[in-house]
């Protein structure tokens, strides 16, 4: 007997050689990736696939090496197949028996009618095959009911890829019947346009489903309680719009674990809509769809990684349920304007919110979700500012828990920082320490307050100012007054200043051997030459302003009055506005410095740079002293009839 079915394999395998457009090829990759999608005890078992060589219309049977293939080849790769060839197709799979080698068959580019495809699903059920892939299937028509025998089989996983039905008018149920009830392990329909799924007429052995890239909706599997086995169930890219919906359909899914409902037009209208999902579900993908925050009300509540990315997520509620088993969020691509916290994930090792509106994330994150390993922030229009200081420096003592740092986290704010890597942004600790900056503040107003306070009592500034603006407002009225007489004539050769305490020596020495000696000395006395009517002040300022020079008698009298003070002061005021050499100082008595007020640093900076007569105790030097004087003043004015006054001395 084993003779004879190898007879008729090689007849079969030989008939195969003169198709036309049909190749024949050992593929290990293709089923094994298949296999893999899905746990099974033999797992580990190694594919080992040898070349099938076939030969043109010309070439006879003798040039095959039957040996090869006989019972060594496992995988198995045919295109291009149609009602033409259909039946010796089905013909070389009647042979491939239970317990043959062959487990993986692969058929690209099949163009039959319904009652073909079903006949060679129907022998493959019957043989060694395990795993079948169906790819690019054109033309399939006259779809009708037909029965299916299910029993005795080896097969595992069905794929079917791109399946293009041409028939217009049909029964729906008809079609999907066959897949529904189909007893294997796993099984795939992608990229067909499939509207619609049945639920299995009894308890279904299905593990794995992939309806990837389909037209199904909200009404697939309502109320189907016969996927009890379930555990993966791919429904990327269809078009599902409620997730209430979706949550309602896996509740009856006791064993489902994964579940893919990416690129779909899923939403959730809130807290009014109840969700109820499978207690099993671990794993859920909700990327690309249109949901909001008020996707965390209808989650499920045993969830460990959830995948909310690419949606208009703003926030994440405080208030939501607590998830507390979720340990990886994918929040990437979503309008986000912060790091949400972990009050609400109490286990999660895993956030990713990179491509948000995170201008300045929250510095506490770190602290506030211990358990996270790893945080992927990058990628946000950072604004480098001191609240992004503080999430720096807890990034620092973080351990390295930022992925993608420092290359993704680039400053976007404000301009002229734009680009900068967040590493090489820095602040001072006085920028940003609001309390520091208030403290430092009030600090240095204080100093100033202090400052201005010793230089009010000790220098007595305020009389500076005084002093100066009246000389400005004198100065000022005599602009108006007399704006014609620009330029002072000077009228003495000499103002004297002196304490009244020293107006005898004043008027007994001074006034007698300068006025009444040789020469024609005219000096400026207050008791005989102000003017009455104006006051102390604008007089002192006048008969310094007519005087060509100033004479200070010093004495401990002298800097014990206020008066000699503003005559000192107007007159050191001329002294550097007009840079003119007019202050002499008679030092009649010795001055101890510790006498002279604070405010006189005036006198004490003219008697420390200037030279200063002292009058002497001995007469014999006293006429030395009256020369050196005359020759101080030394200098001509003009007299009231005309003429000159001489030199003095």
Not at 36 to 48: G, I, L, Q, R
Not at 125 to 130: E, P
Not at 259 to 274: F, P, Y
Request: some cysteine; glycine content about 2%; aromatic content about 10%.
């Amino acid at each position: 007997m084993r003779s004879l079915r190898n007879f008729f394999l090689y007849k079969c395998l030989f008939a195969l050689t003169f198709w036309n457009h049909v190749s024949l090829s050992v593929e290990n990759e293709l089923f094994a990736s298949v296999s893999n999608n899905f746990p099974e005890d033999d797992s580990d078992k190694t594919f080992n696939s040898l070349p099938l060589l076939y030969a043109n219309s010309h070439q006879s049977k003798a040039n095959f090496d039957w040996v090869v293939i006989q019972n060594t080849t496992e995988s198995l790769s045919l295109s291009e197949i149609t009602n033409k060839n259909v039946k010796k197709l089905v013909a070389l799979l009647s042979n491939v028996r239970q317990g043959s080698r062959l487990q993986n068959l692969t058929l690209t580019n099949v163009s039959v009618d319904w009652n073909a495809l079903i006949q060679i699903l129907q022998t493959v059920w019957h043989s060694s095959i395990q795993y079948l892939s169906i790819n690019s299937v054109t033309q399939l028509s006259e779809i009708e009911r037909c029965d299916f025998d299910y029993s005795g089989t080896s097969m595992k996983a069905l794929i079917m890829e791109n399946v293009v039905i041409t028939d217009l008018y049909f029964s729906q149920d008809d079609l999907y019947k066959i897949f529904a009830d189909m007893n294997i392990a796993a099984l795939t329909i992608t990229d067909s346009k499939m509207i619609h799924m049945l639920c299995p007429s009894s308890d279904s052995p299905l593990r794995y489903l992939n309806f990837l890239k389909n037209d199904l909706t909200d009404l697939l599997y309502e109320k189907c309680d016969k996927l009890h086995q379930l555990e993966t169930l791919i429904l990327q890219k269809n078009k599902f719009e409620s997730l209430s919906k979706v949550s309602f359909m896996t509740s009856r899914m006791k064993s489902l674990k994964y579940l893919d409902m990416s690129s779909n037009l899923l939403h959730h209208e809130g807290a009014d809509v109840q969700c109820q999902w499978a207690e099993s579900l671990t794993e859920l993908d909700l990327s690309s769809n249109q949901l909001t925050d008020a996707v965390f009300e209808c989650l499920p509540v045993n969830i460990q990684t959830l995948d909310l990315q690419n949606n208009q997520i703003s926030s994440v509620p405080r208030g939501m349920a607590k998830l507390k088993a979720l340990k990886e969020l994918n929040l990437a691509l979503n309008r986000l304007a912060d790091l949400p916290g972990c009050s609400s994930f109490t286990s999660l090792e895993f956030l990713n919110v990179e491509m948000n509106l995170i201008l300045t994330p929250s510095a506490d994150f770190f602290q506030s979700c211990p358990r996270v390993r790893e945080l992927q922030a990058g990628k946000n229009p950072f604004k480098c500012s001191c609240e992004l200081r503080d999430f720096i420096r807890g990034e620092r003592q973080s351990g390295g828990r930022l992925f993608g740092w420092p290359a993704a986290y680039l400053c976007e704010y404000p301009e002229d920082l734009k680009g900068m890597q967040l590493k090489d942004f820095h602040l001072s600790e006085l920028a940003c320490n609001t309390v520091l900056l208030l403290v430092t503040a009030l600090l240095l107003t204080l100093l100033l307050v202090a400052v201005v306070a010793f230089l009010c009592i000790y220098l007595d500034v305020p009389w500076y100012v005084r002093m100066t603006w009246q000389w400005t407002q004198t100065k000022r009225r005599a602009w108006h007054s007399h704006p014609a007489e620009q330029e002072t004539v000077l009228q003495f050769h000499a103002f004297i200043s002196y304490s009244e305490r020293d107006a005898l020596w004043v008027k007994d020495e001074l006034i007698p051997n300068l006025e009444k000696g040789e020469g024609c000395v005219q000096l400026c006395q207050h008791e005989r030459n102000f003017i009455p009517g104006k006051s102390i002040v604008e007089n002192i300022i006048n008969c310094i302003e007519k005087s060509y020079k100033s004479i200070f008698v010093l004495s401990p009298n002298f800097v014990q009055s206020e008066w000699c003070h503003y005559e000192l002061y107007f007159a050191h005021h001329k002294l550097f506005s007009e840079n003119s050499n007019s202050l002499i100082l008679i030092l009649l008595e010795p001055i101890p410095p510790y006498i002279i007020p604070a405010r006189y640093h005036k006198l004490k900076a003219l008697m420390a740079k200037r030279t200063y007569l002292e009058w002497p105790k001995e007469r014999s030097k006293r006429a030395l002293f009256w020369a050196n004087l005359r020759a101080a003043i030394n200098i001509n004015l003009p007299m009231a009839d005309g003429g000159r006054c001489e030199e003095a001395g």
